[in-house]
């Protein structure tokens, strides 16, 4: 057989990034290239540019888009099936490719007619935010059912150049617990088996090249929009290459497929970019923006929250929540969210769930007075809901114990005192959203809180088969039925803070309770992996009292609002207790974040750190040549200093052509510091009238002076292009 030089191929493309498959005939197709943009032209062919090694396979397999055990495929496949222990090795031979956009969006057929079975990949490449999207769909053909133990919702190449890659862990109160762990021979896998998107495990990762910096070097992402089980594993190839396999973890059974029947994975959202780590950051961003499904079609500024929890927790009696509501609105809070605590039987954590009414002796005449109340201050209010789950001590699981996932003959495993409803059925979809409608239709409530506080365990349907993927299914379509009723709606993804953060859920959620620990501390490292691949106009991030709930640590107001202020802006406190000063302080501090709310919802965000406990983050736009105009720059001092005299920070988004106003911001009534040890002429400078103005190459490259400050400081500075 004579060997073609140049064969087919396939390409996708975006404004700076490329994707080469090459179509041989009659088999799936091979991958070349993810990266850098490249031109259009035809590659050579892969198997004429590399003999075959020494006591291999007489017939050179390389990667494909599918890896499959049947085409002698050593390595880890795509696809793992078998028909009643048959058919366990699949080959796809015959490959339809059908373009959907030219260049940019595709669908590639490939069939294996021995186990009879159709496997179609869509990949589809956003020009703008250089976001390839790869789902896969699998359909049994044969007259037998087929059990599916993993399906890849795509299979990606990484570069000979892949070096490390950084996934997240953490667990309930630290969520985005950066892991970063060598590439090597090794399999690198992560999986989660939680039936939620999880604290402990993101469904997703970052993988860096030698030298990559926040600003510099090639990076690669991928993310499962996904929020159940999920597995990810990185593979060492021959030749030298890596492949990255991401794809929803199946509980055994939760593949069968009967003959004729699909099964489709979630999306897979991945991206590379030259830019470094805030150039990938920048391209989710774009891509979660463009996919959000916002009331009235766009996003509105993001109105300050207050959530009654850390304040009041289940107490929450009509009077002292009216007249938190009134300290609220005082502070200049426009939306009101009553947290747990409000339904019927609902004192503490171990009763109620389920039980979606008002509770008669807290608010017997129902919640209208309440609702009343706080639109009279001009909030809106909002509630929170746990609708999937129930407690064994509720009226719900008196009348229905069935209605909870559960395992015949094995005893139910509570946590946090509660049960898994088994939303798949259709009756106990329709009873959560009567009850919510119901709510919903009765009173002027804009916003939902939707929390899910425990792990799925012994997930057993009522036929007695696992049912994680179903749930997840049934939660997406209890969302979207919701949604269609009450269009009007905002709906906030909780899950024991951070453990439901993903694109799937944000198809029908407009915010993330991004962790319950609101230590300021603890959550500038929180946010930094949170903003890897989400925008912060969703990171919802409240000011917590002085002394953290969670970690007992004691914080001034300015550091706690200051790394609260780029998020999605809230108050988790008891208002009605702030002395006259703290409240003027937060007050300040809420009107600078509406000042700032629009230069911080949209544009790049910019992340780094000085190994000197600092870091920082800076939210502008950028022009066509990716110079940023105007930029607001947060800078916080976590640790005391080791020098003795700051170190300066240079800006790597600056324009080196162009000069830049420099203004620090503080809220209104903020007495800065004095004194020859804590301040300098460059900062006093910087707080009168316009600021100073700077040449930008030399902040870019010598740097911005950073004040001397002591531990848990913030330093705010605007700088625009003159
Ligand atoms: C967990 C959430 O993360 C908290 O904010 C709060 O809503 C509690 N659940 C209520 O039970």
């Not at 929170?384 to 008196?398: A, G, H, K, Q, T």
């Not at 919903?440 to 994680?468: C, E, F, M, V």
């Not at 870091?615 to 005391?640: E, N």
Request: hydrophobic share 40%; aromatic share 10%; proline share 6%.
């Amino acid at each position: 057989m004579t060997q073609k030089i140049f064969p087919e191929y396939l390409s996708l493309h975006s404004q700076n990034t490329s994707l080469v498959l090459e179509l041989p005939a009659g088999e799936a197709p091979i991958w070349r290239y993810w990266g850098p943009r490249i031109r259009d032209e035809a590659p050579h062919d892969l198997r004429g540019s590399r003999p075959l090694p020494s006591f291999m396979l007489d017939f050179d397999q390389p990667l494909t888009l599918a890896p499959s055990f049947g085409v002698g495929w050593l390595g880890q496949s795509a696809l793992l099936a078998h028909r009643n222990g048959q058919a366990f090795a699949q080959a796809f031979t015959q490959c339809d490719v059908h373009w959907e956009v030219p260049a940019q969006s595709v669908r590639v057929v490939l069939t294996d007619p021995v186990v009879a079975i159709e496997l179609t990949v869509h990949l589809s490449m956003d020009h703008s935010s250089d976001v390839l999207t790869l789902k896969s769909s699998l359909r049994n053909l044969g007259e037998t059912a087929l059990d599916v133990q993993w399906l890849a919702a795509g299979t990606l190449l990484l570069p000979a150049q892949a070096q490390n890659v950084r996934s997240y862990a953490g667990q309930h109160n630290h969520e985005f617990l950066l892991q970063t762990d060598k590439l090597s021979r090794s399999l690198w896998r992560r999986e989660s088996r939680r039936g939620r998107t999880s604290h402990d495990c993101f469904p997703g990762a970052v993988v860096t090249t030698e030298g990559t910096t926040e600003s510099m070097g090639l990076v690669y992402g991928a993310h499962l929009a996904w929020s159940g089980n999920h597995q990810q594993t990185i593979e060492w190839l021959h030749d030298a290459q890596y492949q990255w396999q991401v794809g929803e973890w199946l509980a055994p059974g939760e593949g069968l497929l009967a003959a004729g029947a699909t099964l489709h994975t979630p999306e897979l959202v991945a991206s590379c970019s030259s830019q470094g780590l805030n150039g990938l950051a920048a391209n989710f961003h774009a891509e979660l923006r463009a996919r959000l499904n916002w009331p009235g079609g766009q996003m509105r500024p993001r109105p300050v929250h207050l959530n009654t929890w850390e304040g009041f927790y289940f107490d929450v009696y009509p009077d002292k929540v009216k007249e938190l509501a009134t300290a609220a609105a005082a502070v200049g809070v426009e939306r009101f969210v009553l947290d747990d605590g409000w339904f019927h039987g609902r004192h503490h954590d171990r009763a109620a769930l389920g039980d979606w009414w008002p509770d008669e002796s807290k608010f017997p005449q129902g919640l209208g007075d309440l609702v009343a109340h706080v639109n009279a201050l001009g909030m809106e209010f909002g509630l929170w809901f746990e609708p999937e789950m129930i407690n064994p001590d509720s009226d719900l699981y008196r009348a229905h114990p069935d209605w909870a996932l559960q395992l015949a003959g094995r005893p139910l495993i509570t946590a946090r005192n509660q049960l898994v409803l088994d939303i798949a059925r259709p009756e106990v979809s329709d009873y959560l959203f009567e009850k919510i409608d119901a709510l919903l239709s009765a009173q002027p409530i804009r916003y939902i809180k939707w929390d899910h506080n425990r792990d799925l365990t012994t997930a057993g349907l009522h036929d007695g088969a696992a049912g994680y993927r179903a749930q997840v299914h049934a939660a997406y379509a209890l969302f979207a039925r919701i949604r269609a009723a009450h269009p009007e709606v905002e709906i906030e993804s909780c899950s024991g803070g951070g453990g439901r953060i993903d694109f799937g859920v944000l198809r029908h959620t407009h915010r993330v309770w991004t962790s319950d620990c609101i230590d300021a501390m603890s959550r500038v490292g929180i946010q930094r992996g949170f903003l890897q691949f989400f925008p912060p106009e969703i990171m919802g991030a409240h000011v917590g009292s002085a002394r953290a709930h969670t970690t007992g640590r004691t914080q001034s107001m300015a550091f706690r609002a200051a790394v609260a202020l780029p998020g999605h802006l809230g108050v988790e406190l008891d208002a009605r207790i702030l002395s006259d000063a703290d409240a003027a302080e937060l007050k300040a501090w809420i009107q600078m974040y509406k000042d700032l709310r629009d230069r911080l919802h949209h544009g790049h965000v910019w992340q780094g750190t000085i190994d000197d406990g600092i870091v920082w983050q800076a939210h502008g736009d950028v022009d066509a040549a990716g110079m940023a105009s105007d930029v607001l720059l947060l800078v916080y001092r976590t640790q005391p200093t080791h020098h003795r005299y700051s170190p300066r920070l240079p800006l790597p988004m600056l324009d080196t052509q162009a000069h830049y106003r420099v203004r620090q911001l503080v809220p209104a009534g903020t007495v800065l510091p004095t004194g020859a040890h804590n301040t300098a002429p460059f900062f006093d400078a910087l707080n009168v009238g316009d600021g100073m103005t700077l040449d930008g190459g030399w902040l870019r490259h010598a740097g911005l002076p950073l004040p001397r400050a002591q531990a848990e400081t913030a330093f705010i500075v605007q700088l625009t292009r003159v």
